[in-house]
């Protein structure tokens, strides 16, 4: 690939945060008066943001919306205990870091592109050592839309002064995947994240065009 920068989802790309994730998510269902949920049900709801993530826990569904008084309490206490815990058991995937650094030393510019808010997920790759690495960081807050419009990709693509067909998109799920797409970038899918990347790869329109096993293949890919 001719590629010129590389953007990167967060949350099971570059590290696992589900723990955390589960513990403040199952802790508000406490406060709402609802019994815990199993880490792997919290999994499936994860990747569109806290607030759409406060609805599910609260329905138990993924789609659907709470009542407003109700999610808005609980979207509270969610985002007071999670920016309170946010980097407790959350780690970099193996490979992370020193696969940074080399693309770092290769002068390319890196960004996050995630749907959490971008304020916590500023402070958390400062929290893992790795903000350094990147350019620019845009949240699911920091523009009008988020993935999987493409609007966040284009707007990277821009500021960094690349093509999107120059930037490759680096991620764990179909928003990741359609997103891509849909801004006209490369994209490359994890096969460790939250997400069922061979099942979403069998459908064409959420097939990556590459899977990295390990995040160290990536350099390979370059």
Not at 20 to 25: G, T
Not at 122 to 140: K, N, P, Q, S
Not at 158 to 184: F, H
């Amino acid at each position: 690939m001719t590629i010129h920068a590389l953007a990167f989802d967060l949350d099971g790309t570059l590290c696992d945060t589900l723990p955390d994730l589960a513990a403040a998510a199952n802790a508000t269902r406490v406060a709402s008066g609802l019994a815990p949920l199993p880490t792997s049900r919290i999994e499936s709801y994860v990747g569109d943001g806290i607030p759409r993530l406060v609805h599910r826990l609260l329905l138990e569904a993924r789609e659907g919306d709470a009542p407003a008084a109700q999610h808005a309490a609980a979207y509270q206490y969610f985002t007071d205990y999670y920016r309170d815990h946010l980097c407790v058991a959350s780690r970099l995937y193996d490979g992370v870091a020193t696969t940074l650094a080399a693309l770092r030393a290769r002068k390319l510019p890196l960004a996050v592109i995630t749907n959490k808010n971008e304020a916590l997920a500023r402070r958390l790759l400062a929290d893992l050592h790795v903000a350094e690495h990147f350019t620019l960081i845009y949240g699911g807050d920091t523009l009008p839309e988020k993935k999987p419009a493409p609007l966040p990709l284009i707007t990277a693509a821009e500021a960094l002064g690349v093509a999107p067909a120059q930037m490759l998109m680096v991620g764990d799920s179909a928003n990741d995947i359609l997103a891509g797409k849909a801004a006209g970038c490369p994209v490359a899918a994890v096969t460790y994240g939250y997400a069922d990347i061979r099942r979403l790869h069998d459908n064409p329109a959420t097939r990556a065009d590459y899977l990295i096993d390990q995040f160290a293949q990536l350099l390979e890919c370059i």
